[in-house]
């Protein structure tokens, strides 16, 4: 059996709250506890990682070679195409109704659009 830890403490010596990033946990750095502060943590990431384990995976990312990220891109889309496949047909129909709307809604606009612009040529070519 394994106990759970919590990731977050209170540092009574300092007087504020720490956080342990995971990665940083994973990576064999468990006394890595980190100032629960926007200077260390980003929180639009969802305070997952601390910012330098953020970074590090960002500079991962940029070195890679475009070839590697299309390749992983393609893999992934294999790898899900059935699961999105099935995502958009169940919301197509439940949204049908809908979707048709927007659809004739936009035919119309173009129709109109190219109407005025036919307009305009037999204007220019008259004038």
Known sequence: ????????????????????????????????????????????????????CLNLAKRLRRRQSAEERRAKQRAYYRDHRAERLAWRHAYHAANKERINAERRAKYAAAKEQRAHAETLWELAADG
């Open 1 to 52: 059996m394994t106990l759970l830890r919590s990731t977050v403490r209170y540092n009574r010596r300092e007087g504020v709250w720490e956080m342990r990033c995971a990665s940083c946990a994973s990576a064999g750095q468990t006394t890595a506890w980190w100032e629960l502060s926007t200077d260390l943590w980003d929180p639009s990431s969802g305070l997952l990682k601390c910012r330098a």
